[in-house]
């Protein structure tokens, strides 16, 4: 039991990063590359690069860039977290944005402490909910352990018990905050 835990210490330790703050990115665009052959006819070699693309030459200004590389310790505590960023510029984050949920998330689909998102403990707090309600919609895939008898339980929809059967939608988030009785 002692091992198990002082293990998962060491897990969690190696994924926090020191006085930086975690980006995000809402798209897959920011880690284009692109691949050049390159052919050396004196030494007959061929060398194949792949270069990452500066989003904002190849896009234009239609690029978010949440994370600002700079190590500045006495600005990073200025910094607001990344969601309050996004709702600054009128996004908002919703339980069907899986892509973006999925960046806090641990690969079993747990959600990461504060101290490695990063995120304030308002964000945190809609984090996860917002994760439980993509979980109930069946949009990320809930892993459970296997149970007493061996036997995984089913993650197809027709196999499951008669309330889970049918996949869940919920209103947008902000209305949720509204009736309060979901948070």
Not at 71 to 83: G, M, Q, V, W
Not at 103 to 112: A, K, N, P, S
Not at 128 to 140: D, F, Q, R, S, Y
Not at 144 to 158: A, H, N
Request: charged share 30%; glycine share 4%; hydrophobic share 35%.
């Amino acid at each position: 039991m002692f091992k198990l835990m002082t293990n998962s210490l060491k897990l969690s330790s190696s994924h926090v990063k020191s006085h930086q703050v975690r980006a995000i990115s809402i798209s897959s665009i920011l880690n284009l590359k692109k691949i050049e052959k390159i052919e050396d006819k004196a030494t007959k070699t061929i060398t194949i690069e792949g270069k990452y693309l500066n989003p904002e030459e190849t896009f234009g200004s239609k690029v978010l860039n949440l994370g600002n590389n700079t190590n500045d310790d006495e600005h990073s505590s200025l910094r607001p977290c990344a969601f309050c960023e996004l709702e600054k510029k009128d996004i908002k984050v919703q339980y069907t944005d899986v892509l973006v949920l999925r960046q806090f998330l641990t690969e079993d689909g747990q959600v990461l402490p504060r101290k490695v998102t990063g995120l304030c403990r308002k964000q945190q707090k809609k984090l996860l909910v917002l994760t439980k309600l993509a979980k109930h919609a069946g949009l990320i895939l809930n892993l459970q352990p296997t149970l007493l008898d061996g036997t995984k339980p089913s993650s197809d929809p027709k196999n499951r018990t008669k309330h889970l059967k049918w996949n869940a939608y919920f209103d947008d988030y902000e209305t949720m905050k509204r009736n309060s009785k979901f948070l």
